[in-house]
Nanobody, 124 residues
Framework: QVQLVESGGGLVQAGGSLRLSCAASGRTFSDYEMGWFRQAPGKEREFVAAINWTGGSTYYADSVKGRFTISRVRAKNTQYLQMNSLKPEDTAVYYC?????????????????WGQGTQVTVSS
């Protein structure tokens, strides 16, 4: 059974940092594109960041560029999202995602695998 399990969410003050992890199991994801999405209350799920299967290319939403960093360790089937300079508007449930296609992953509508989500709350 394929699973993506996020961890590392929590409550942090504005300006603080958190590091999310996503551990994949059930198959190898070394050839999959991986990424993060988030969904705030009352809003649609939105793309946050993606990293290609080699780890050599990364992509970010404008709202997080310069503050968030995505990375992965292919041998461990794990990806990370380092979030710095957090703002109250970053409050959301953060989801890990994986798909063989980068355009599909970034598009977010037909992504093959999703995690269950982890809550990030940033207080002002």
């Amino acid at each position: 059974q394929v699973q993506l399990v996020e961890s590392g969410g929590g409550l942090v003050q504005a300006g603080g940092s958190l590091r999310l992890s996503c551990a994949a199991s059930g198959r190898t994801f070394s050839d999959y594109e991986m990424g993060w999405f988030r969904q705030a209350p009352g809003k649609e799920r939105e793309f946050v960041a993606a990293i290609n299967w080699t780890g050599g290319s990364t992509y970010y939403a404008d709202s997080v560029k310069g503050r968030f960093t995505i990375s992965r360790v292919r041998a461990k089937n794990t990806q990370y999202l380092q979030m710095n300079s957090l703002k109250p508007e970053d409050t959301a449930v953060y989801y890990c995602a994986a798909d063989p296609s980068l355009p599909t992953l970034v598009g977010g509508t037909r992504v093959r695998y999703w995690g269950q989500g982890t809550q990030v709350t940033v207080s002002s």
